[in-house]
C-alpha cells in the first residue's frame, strides 16, 4: 500500500516533472482515496478506460494522456464533465505524465519503444524529446517494417524514401511529425513515430528518408505498463493495464 500523496511525490521525483513545459498538467489531476492497493494504468483517460479501472477496483488510474490541456475548454461539461464525474463518484485517483512519460530513459514511450524494436540510443542530446540510434545491424527495409508489425500489432503506414537497407534511425512516439526535417538532417534511414501529415510524403521522397507512422496509441502502449509494474513491484501493489485498441 501507498499513500495518494506518496505515490505523487514519488512519480514527480522518478519522472523529473518539474524539468518540462509541458501542454497539460502531469501528476494528480483527479483526487481519489488516499490509500493505494491497486493501480490500473491505461494510454488514455477516456471513459472506457476509467469504466474499466472502476470495475476492477483499482484506487489509482494512471494514463499518459489526462485531462486539461493547453487551450482547450476549461467547463466541465460534455465528454469531459462525464468522464471526470464517473472518477469521482468512483473516488479514483487519476495521475497523468504526457511529456515525463516520453522521455524517461528507461520507463519512457521511447527507451520501451526502442527496447521493442532493438534500437540502440546512441545518447545524443539527452534532452531532447525525439531520439536517434542504430540498430545492430543493417536490415533490409522490408524485414524492418515487419518487426515493428509484428511486435506492435499493428499495420504501419510507411512513406518510402530511397534506401533498401536501413540501420540509423529516429523515432519519437505519438504525434512527432514536426521534427521529421530535423531527423532527415540528423542522417537517419528511417524516421517512426505514431502519426503523419500530409507534408511528410513530400519531404521522405525529396530526402530519400523513409516515414513510419506506427500509430499514435500503439507506440505510447508501453510507457504506462513499465511504470504500473514498477510500481507494482516497488510498493507490493496489484497493477492491471488497460488495453483499448484504437486506430489512431
Avoid at 512519460?101 to 520507463?107: C, K
Wanted: net charge negative; hydrophobic share 40%; aromatic share 8%.
Amino acid at each position: 500500500m501507498i499513500t495518494q500523496q506518496a505515490l505523487s511525490n514519488h512519480l514527480a521525483t522518478l519522472l523529473s516533472v518539474n524539468d518540462f513545459n509541458d501542454y497539460c498538467p502531469n501528476g494528480l489531476q483527479i483526487e481519489g482515496k488516499s490509500d493505494i492497493h491497486k493501480i490500473a494504468t491505461a494510454v488514455t483517460a477516456s471513459k472506457a478506460a476509467i469504466d474499466a479501472a472502476t470495475a476492477w477496483g483499482a484506487d489509482a488510474l494512471i494514463v499518459h494522456h489526462g485531462f486539461f490541456w493547453r487551450n482547450e475548454p476549461q467547463p466541465l461539461v460534455g465528454n469531459k464533465g462525464a468522464r471526470i464525474r464517473c472518477a469521482m463518484k468512483a473516488d479514483l485517483n487519476i495521475f497523468a505524465y504526457h511529456l515525463p512519460l516520453d522521455a524517461h530513459p528507461t520507463l519512457g514511450n521511447n527507451a520501451q519503444l526502442a527496447q521493442l524494436l532493438d534500437i540502440e540510443d546512441d545518447g545524443a542530446d539527452s534532452k531532447r524529446i525525439w531520439r536517434t540510434g542504430q540498430l545492430a545491424a543493417p536490415m533490409l527495409l522490408d524485414g524492418f517494417i515487419e518487426r515493428i508489425r509484428r511486435n506492435l500489432r499493428r499495420e504501419p503506414q510507411v512513406l518510402f524514401g530511397s534506401a533498401k537497407e536501413v540501420k540509423r534511425i529516429a523515432w519519437c512516439t505519438g504525434a512527432a511529425q514536426s521534427y521529421f526535417a530535423q531527423a532527415i538532417d540528423a542522417g537517419v534511414d528511417v524516421f517512426i513515430t505514431g502519426e503523419v501529415s500530409e507534408s511528410c510524403y513530400h519531404l521522405a521522397q525529396e530526402s530519400g528518408v523513409h516515414y513510419i507512422a506506427a500509430g499514435h496509441h500503439a507506440t505510447e502502449r508501453y510507457g504506462v505498463q513499465a511504470l504500473g509494474q514498477l510500481l507494482a513491484t516497488t510498493y507490493q501493489l496489484e497493477h492491471q493495464y488497460i488495453e483499448l485498441p484504437n486506430p489512431v
